[in-house]
């Protein structure tokens, strides 16, 4: 049975960084393609970043050059290091494995001063 646990998110400054955590348990993240999205209120979700197989690596426009996404194969863990944080960026942010479409719980973000 595949898990995704979301962890890491916060209430943080404009300006400031966050790093979420992506624990997958029952798939590899090494072989999958896995993806970040987030949901703010009233808004669809959309995708924010993913990574494939291969390592490489999208992003919507609105978080390039602020955020990265990476796996660590060790730990079985995909991260979002969140940079520069605008109150735009507030949203609940979900972790996505793409084969099987299976969902974490999601992790609030919230960016405010």
């Known amino acids: 049975q595949v898990q995704l646990v979301e962890s890491g998110g916060d209430l943080v400054q404009p300006g400031g960084s966050l790093r979420l955590s992506c624990a997958a348990s029952?798939?590899?993240?090494?072989?999958?393609?896995m993806g970040w999205y987030r949901q703010a209120p009233g808004k669809q979700r959309e995708l924010v970043a993913m990574?494939?197989?291969?390592?490489?690596?999208n992003y919507a426009d609105s978080v390039k050059g602020r955020f990265t996404i990476s796996r660590d194969n060790a730990k079985n863990t995909v991260y979002l290091q969140m940079n520069n944080l605008k109150p735009e960026d507030t949203a609940v942010y979900y972790c996505?494995?793409?084969?099987?479409?299976?969902w974490g719980q999601g992790t609030q973000v919230t960016v405010s001063s």
């Open positions: 996505k494995l793409v084969t099987g479409n299976y």
């Open positions: 029952g798939a590899a993240v090494s072989i999958n393609a």
């Open positions: 990574i494939f197989r291969t390592g490489s690596t």
